[in-house]
């Protein structure tokens, strides 16, 4: 399956991708890595592994919409099949998403729809919960909210600070997505309105 990932930060999640993708564990081809940002780690890492890069920078266009337009002939020119995003900091326009011939896969650091949105390490360890986790989703309009692949808990301890419990999460994320995309790129996830079936 023909794969471009958008990522706007370190891209920690990109690289457990692409060595996932290296050892065999994902059917899946990353042809294309992009970032809305100039200096992402993201965009580092992908190059070190060969993936061609290409930055998508508010300031450079008119607007978001064309900012998106851009984006959406990048996949066309890639040939793309699958888009993940990968701490990519941006909920895509509906134009985008109306657009788009391919499925699209989110990874967020809680357990939705608890505490979607910027700092859900931060807004969990507010609010006091004693699990939060994280969560792959089909990707919608809505900010983290479309239907749910998978999700796995992480116990939030009473000495935890963001950074601590972001550690944790970011562990169990990595091989979560990975899993998610395999079972995604195998044909296993079987998705009926919001309920997604896995497919054994
Ligand atoms: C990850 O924790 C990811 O779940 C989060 O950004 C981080 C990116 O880390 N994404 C979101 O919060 C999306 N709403 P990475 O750049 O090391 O993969």
């Known amino acids: ?6 990522a706007s930060g ?53 607007d978001r919409q064309a900012q998106e337009q851009d984006i959406l002939i990048w996949m066309r ?3 793309v ?6 701490g990519y900091m941006r909920v895509l326009g509906s134009q985008f998403m109306r657009q788009a011939w391919f499925p699209i896969l989110n990874i967020h650091p809680s357990l939705l729809p608890a505490f979607p949105g910027l700092h859900a390490q931060r807004q969990a360890l507010e609010y006091g919960v004693k699990i939060s986790g ?9 900010l983290d909210s479309g239907p749910i692949i ?9 000495e935890d600070t963001e950074e601590g419990l972001s550690q ?6 990595h091989r979560l997505y990975t899993e998610a995309v395999r079972l995604v790129a195998l044909g296993k996830v079987n998705r009926i309105g919001r309920r997604v079936q896995i497919l054994q």
């Open 168 to 173: 944790r999460i970011l562990a169990v994320e």
């Open 134 to 142: 994280c969560t792959v989703h089909f990707v919608d309009e809505g």
């Open 150 to 158: 998978l999700q796995e808990a992480v116990p939030v301890l009473a």
């Open 81 to 86: 099949e699958l888009l993940l995003l990968a």
């Open 10 to 62: 370190r891209g920690s999640n990109l690289q457990a991708l692409i060595e996932a993708q290296r050892s065999a564990k994902l059917p899946i081809e990353i042809v294309a890595a992009g970032s809305d940002q100039f200096g992402a780690g993201a965009l580092k890492r992908a190059k070190e592994a060969g993936i061609p890069t290409r930055v998508f920078h508010i300031s450079d266009y008119p």
């Open 1 to 6: 399956m023909r794969t471009a990932i958008l």
């Open 77 to 79: 020119e890639n040939q």
